[in-house]
């Protein structure tokens, strides 16, 4: 077998338009269902982690919706299979920027105490403070008070430690996509995600013996 | 695995559940958002296919103007050196080039008084004959 065996099938592949050499060779249409897919299959999820870190609802819409259309516009042509890692990682880079924007807002606002006090906090939404017309059985409160106790205690974690523990018992990443998705090493998220539990262990423990 | 390990595999399963729960009840308000999102998304990613396919095309014609501007420079720059050093005459310049006359005055006087009497002989062989 020649050497030129091998490279056969190169010239037997479609001729690439100059430009569009990047394009896969699936229509826009299969694009746009494919990407519909995906966000479906992890917006939920993404919403969780985004309200666990940032602890209000329409600051966790808008980093998944911000995530979404930077996914869409940057990577969209590249692989779904590079989708996931890349989506997390957008989403917690919009999260590290809010929280600082907070962080930066609350220490102006420190300084403006009679500002603060006449502008305050947004009233909380009356849809989100009323009861649920659903029933509400002891054991459900018991599940939504062990949720509230453990996502408090997650979004306490440092920002790493939440990261990593949020990617792989959440979202089902394993070690080499949490890494993917963090931009660092295998062993860097071992390292977060051991310590997350530690942590957790060691504050939910006794609740959940 | 020691004692350690699966007091950790318990807790990372109840965790996971509860998380996992978690997710089953994010409300309606915040489902319709992020489907709008999602929406806005995927019309994005086809906004985005025609920007790249529209890509080589505005390659090229960004090229021909470039081309055109160019040659417009050129062209400009070309009249504006002609306007601020006028061209010499051809002829102005052979002779400014022309050391032939220069040379003949110097070193060979004698022609000169030779073709003086040329010119005398001439006329005076005209009005005698």
């Known amino acids: 077998m020649s050497a030129f065996a091998t490279l056969a099938p190169?010239?037997?592949m479609p001729a690439v338009t100059p430009g569009d050499v990047d394009l896969p060779q699936s229509t826009p249409h299969d694009r746009a269902?494919?990407?519909?897919?995906?966000l479906a299959s992890v917006e939920l999820k993404a919403f969780r982690i985004a309200k666990i870190a940032l602890r209000q609802d329409d600051d966790a819409l808008d980093v998944v919706q911000d995530a979404m259309l930077q996914l869409a516009r940057a990577y969209g042509e590249r692989p779904e299979a590079e989708w996931k890692p890349l989506f997390y990682r957008i989403l917690e880079n919009r999260i590290r920027d809010l929280q600082r924007r907070r962080q930066v807002r609350n220490r102006v606002m420190a300084w403006l105490p009679l500002?603060?006090?006449?502008?305050?906090?947004e009233p909380p939404d009356p849809v989100e403070q009323a009861?649920?017309?659903d029933p509400q059985p002891s054991t459900r409160l018991e599940l939504e008070e062990a949720m509230s106790v453990l996502?408090?205690?997650?979004g306490e974690l440092p920002?790493?430690?939440?990261?990593?523990?949020?990617l792989r018992t959440l979202e089902g990443l394993d070690v080499a996509e949490t890494a993917a998705a963090m931009g660092c090493s295998e062993g860097s998220v071992k390292t977060h995600y051991f310590r997350a539990l530690q942590t957790l262990r060691a504050q939910l423990g006794d609740l959940w013996e | 695995m020691n004692a350690n390990d699966t007091q950790a595999s318990d807790f990372e399963q109840r965790a996971s559940a509860?998380?996992?729960?978690?997710v089953t009840r994010v409300n309606g308000r915040v489902r319709?958002?992020?489907n709008q999102a999602r929406q806005a998304a995927v019309a994005e990613i086809a906004a985005g296919r025609q920007r790249t396919w529209r890509g080589p095309l505005l390659l090229q014609a960004s090229g021909l103007v470039a081309a055109a501007v160019l040659v417009a420079l050129l062209v400009s720059a070309h009249y504006r050196a002609e306007r601020a050093f006028p061209s010499a005459p051809l002829d102005d310049i052979e002779m400014l080039a022309d050391t032939e006359g220069l040379d003949l005055l110097e070193n060979d006087g004698s022609f000169y008084e030779w073709a003086a009497g040329q010119a005398e002989a001439l006329n005076t062989d005209g009005t005698s004959g």
């Open chain 1, 10 to 12: 190169v010239y037997s």
């Open chain 1, 33 to 38: 269902r494919a990407l519909n897919r995906f």
């Open chain 1, 115 to 121: 500002r603060r006090n006449a502008e305050g906090e």
């Open chain 1, 131 to 133: 009861a649920s017309a």
């Open chain 1, 151 to 154: 996502e408090k205690a997650i």
């Open chain 1, 159 to 166: 920002q790493r430690q939440r990261q990593a523990f949020l």
């Open chain 2, 18 to 22: 509860l998380l996992g729960e978690s």
């Open chain 2, 32 to 34: 319709s958002r992020l």
